[in-house]
């Protein structure tokens, strides 16, 4: 087995930078951008002019189907696995690793800009065989085990972690649920996230759970002590998902938004994982929504599942699209949602992992988008002219909008100054080169101006526009 390493600084740099963080919201105030509407078009576009993503559960098997990536590659910026990076799918036997399929689909997702979520390091459910039979300190190292792996075989590639998956019970108690994981010892969440924090120090950290959307039920209260105990304790936790599947058994309540806000005060990111309604009332993915904008730290939402057909409860049409493709009601409300909503504040905690490599050498990351700087423009020659400028900012990472004239059909080439990535984009197709550094955005079909978010890892140079060419 791998030699566990507990990162004993990384918890502390970790916390520093959010106290620091902290620390000049109080001393600022958090300065909420005006919650004026916007009009992105698409799902992941709307979500990202406010500075969060939107994203849905892919499955490897449909990403042969054009119609479901027509609608993926148009409408979403965060893809999660549905089942091809649980445990059973990733180590089928012990000390195989097995990433084919995980593959496909993170790599379909990065060369499209869109980000990915890592799903499930350890879970009770879902084991490869000769995990389920496996007990004791053996269970305990082949988890660790599993977790170093996976984790670090993604690094870099994955921008969150559903480290642990559903530890706790159902029903009254508030506590763990029994597993062959919880009977390792108490400690199993706590040394899984060690480890992964160890195995991939940049991506973010999340426990994830389902019927913990009741700001009142005894298991959203156990799983809020535990985040709050490991935030006192230094446990690299960053983020808590929240699966919100609703049904007629486990409905939305009206407290959701106290949930969503109670457990971002612990200081952790919370996110909406895997949501879907049964029926999918308008009015209640509308509520979801807007709970989700109404808190700074909700940093993203995703469906579990694009079109019905796709849905683990397809009987229960519970998503956003037909199954012919088509969008529902639902989705009508989901975007207004996202259009009337607040942007996440710019002075808010970093939500990626602080940069580990020097200062900032250009401009502090805290201060308000620049309105003065003059917008760039390539050279003329391509048949159109391409303007770029500079949209929000926040702690970690930046938006920028290029205006093309002169061409419907286009194709623009922007690069971006290393160490900085692109993490998402709306309103174009890219593709990029090898340094993943220089972008070219084709036009297809949704306008003449595209955006694109930066993670500026600590250099906040401003994006060029190299060429514009009318095709
Ligand atoms: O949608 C997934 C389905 O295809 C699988 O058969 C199932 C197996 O457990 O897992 C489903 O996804 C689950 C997710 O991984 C964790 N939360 C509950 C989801 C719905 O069951």
């Known amino acids: 087995m791998t030699e566990r390493c507990h990162g004993d600084t990384r918890p502390r740099a970790r916390t520093a930078i959010v106290l620091a963080a902290a620390a000049l919201l109080a001393a600022t105030g958090a300065a909420f951008l005006p919650s004026t509407a916007s009009a992105g078009t698409t799902l992941g576009a709307s979500a990202a002019e406010k500075g969060r993503y939107f994203g ?8 042969s189907d054009n119609a479901y990536t027509t609608i993926l590659n148009r409408e979403f910026n965060m893809v999660t696995a549905e089942n091809e990076m649980k445990m059973n799918a990733t180590e089928p036997q012990q000390g195989r690793f097995s990433y084919g399929a995980a593959e496909q689909i993170v790599n379909h997702a990065r060369s499209r800009g869109m980000s990915v979520r890592g799903h499930t390091l350890a879970w009770h459910s879902q084991q490869p065989g000769w995990m ?8 305990r190292q082949a988890m660790l085990n599993h977790v170093t792996q996976v984790a670090t075989h993604f690094r870099g590639q994955v ?7 559903e530890a706790f019970a159902d029903g009254s108690s508030g506590g763990r649920r029994d597993s062959n994981l919880q009977r390792t010892g108490n400690d199993w969440i706590e040394a899984a996230f060690r480890a992964a924090d160890a195995a991939d120090p940049n991506a973010k950290l999340c426990y994830n759970d389902y019927n913990t959307d009741n700001w009142t039920h005894a298991k959203t209260q156990g799983v809020y002590n535990m985040v709050r105990d490991f935030k006192a304790r230094g446990v690299p936790i960053d ?18 938004r106290t949930t969503l806000s109670s457990f971002a005060a612990l200081g952790v990111d919370v996110q909406i994982t895997e949501l879907d309604i049964q029926g999918a009332p308008a009015n209640t993915y509308r509520s979801v929504v807007e709970d989700c904008m109404a808190v700074p730290r909700c940093n993203g939402i995703t469906v579990w599942g694009i079109r019905d057909s ?37 002075t808010a905690p970093p939500t990626s992992a602080p940069p580990t490599s020097a200062p900032p050498t250009s401009t502090p990351p805290t201060s308000a988008p620049p309105t003065s700087a003059p917008p760039t423009t390539p050279p003329p020659g391509g048949g159109c002219t391409a303007t770029l400028q500079d949209s929000t900012r926040w702690g970690d990472r930046f938006n920028s909008q290029v205006t093309v004239s002169g061409a419907s059909n286009w194709s623009v080439v922007v690069a971006v100054t290393p ?3 692109v993490s998402a984009t709306w309103n174009g197709s890219p593709t990029w080169d090898s340094s993943g550094n220089v972008m070219t955005m084709r036009s297809n079909g949704s306008g003449n101006v595209f955006g694109f978010t930066t993670m500026a890892n600590g250099n906040w140079t401003r994006p060029q526009v190299l060429s514009c060419t009318a095709s």
Not at 56 to 63: D, F, G, I, P
Not at 132 to 139: D, V
Not at 159 to 165: F, L, Y
């Open 56 to 63: 849905t559960a892919v499955a490897a098997s449909r990403l």
């Open 132 to 139: 389920e039979s496996m007990s004791g300190s053996a269970l």
């Open 159 to 165: 921008v969150a972690w559903d480290v642990v998956n």
């Open 239 to 256: 983020c808590v998902g929240f699966q919100s599947h609703f049904n007629n058994n486990s409905p939305y309540v009206s407290n959701y």
């Open 310 to 346: 796709d849905s683990w409860l397809a009987s229960q049409t519970p998503l956003l699209f037909n199954s012919n493709g088509s969008k529902k009601a639902a989705y009508d409300a989901v975007l207004a949602a996202l259009n009337n909503g607040a942007a996440v504040p710019t």
């Open 419 to 421: 160490p900085q990535k």
